[in-house]
């Protein structure tokens, strides 16, 4: 069957993975592809990026496939931005993946099938493919909860030019309102956004997805998860990536696999927070349940010390 959602592809200077991603491409029957690409910075050794280029300049498909190559470097937050927005103005809905974000075959009906039946329930945000927890144990082929994943994801247009505004600036005046921490199921779930929205409005970490993720929280909007992770994260520990260095700080992330979804699927009966599942999932982010990667990351940062000081 035919995928009507198109599909968009960011890349940048990873083309060992992005050629991965391609090739499940191939193997899905996609109606229109858009590949995106950001111009490395003055300076940066440009092999990588145009590695990456030849893979979509070359790259052969029976849907229609328009590039979106960028004259000079805009860095990760513009280009996810203007792309985004530029797309959005051309199509209702949209499936979204990265160059380090290799999906199983059956995420694009998953996402095809559910943009269809929940296009005009303004409540839910969007579709998951990733799961932090690999693997659960429900009858349902997903579930409700209140956490935005863009390791392999899909929304509507209307759902992005909505929320994708400038809600983040109400950080500081919001960050400690009832209003807005209602909306965690737990103080576990609000630290860990706490720490995270923080860190970005001090400019600590950078990214494109917190003004998103943000505006979601505020409005607290649903999202759907797969019972069932259909999207491997290639990213951590690779050389080209920007913000995830440390494979070993994130053992409990690289270990998880892809796994491809049964249909039909079987819809949840009720649209609502599963907060149990939620609390679940903040626990695997903070890596409780994953102590080995923890003393794994710690013992190298003390080797690392001990090697510097020998020095």
């Known amino acids: 069957m035919q995928i009507k959602a198109p599909v968009v592809l960011f890349a940048y200077n990873k083309p060992d993975t992005t050629k991965k991603v391609l090739k499940t491409l191939k193997k899905v029957n996609l109606s229109k592809i858009y590949l995106v690409l950001d111009f490395p910075p003055k300076g940066n050794n440009k092999d990588t990026y145009f590695k990456t280029k030849k893979l ?76 932090y927890r690999s693997k659960i144990n429900i009858h349902e082929s997903y579930y409700f909860g209140n956490i935005s994943e863009i390791w392999g994801w899909a929304t509507w247009s209307d759902r992005w030019l909505s929320y994708n505004n400038k809600d983040f600036e109400k950080w500081d005046k919001l960050k400690n309102d009832e209003s807005y921490t209602k909306n965690f199921v737990n103080s576990m779930e609000y630290d860990y956004y706490y720490k995270l929205f923080e860190d970005a409005s001090r400019g600590i970490v950078s990214s494109w997805e917190y003004n998103w993720v943000f505006s979601l929280k505020l409005n607290n909007l649903i999202s759907i998860f797969p019972k069932k992770s259909l999207v491997k994260n290639l990213g951590f520990g690779h050389k080209g990536a920007t913000h995830t260095h440390q494979k070993l700080k994130y053992l409990s992330i690289t270990k998880n696999k892809k796994y491809n979804i049964q249909f039909p699927l079987i819809h949840p009966t009720n649209i609502q927070h599963d907060n149990e599942q939620i609390k679940k999932d903040i626990e695997k982010r903070l890596l409780q349940n994953s102590q080995l990667s923890n003393i794994i990351y710690h013992l190298k940062k003390i080797i690392k010390l001990i090697e510097n000081y020998i020095k």
């Open 56 to 131: 979509f300049q070359e790259f052969n498909h029976g849907a229609k496939i328009e590039h979106i190559f960028a004259d000079s470097h805009m860095g990760l937050n513009k280009r996810f931005h203007s792309a985004l927005n530029y797309i959005f103005d051309i199509e209702q809905k949209l499936i979204i993946l990265e160059d380090d974000t290799l999906p199983s075959k059956t995420f694009f009906r998953f996402c095809d099938e559910l943009l269809e039946k929940y296009q005009d329930n303004y409540k839910i945000s969007q579709i998951n493919g990733y799961n």
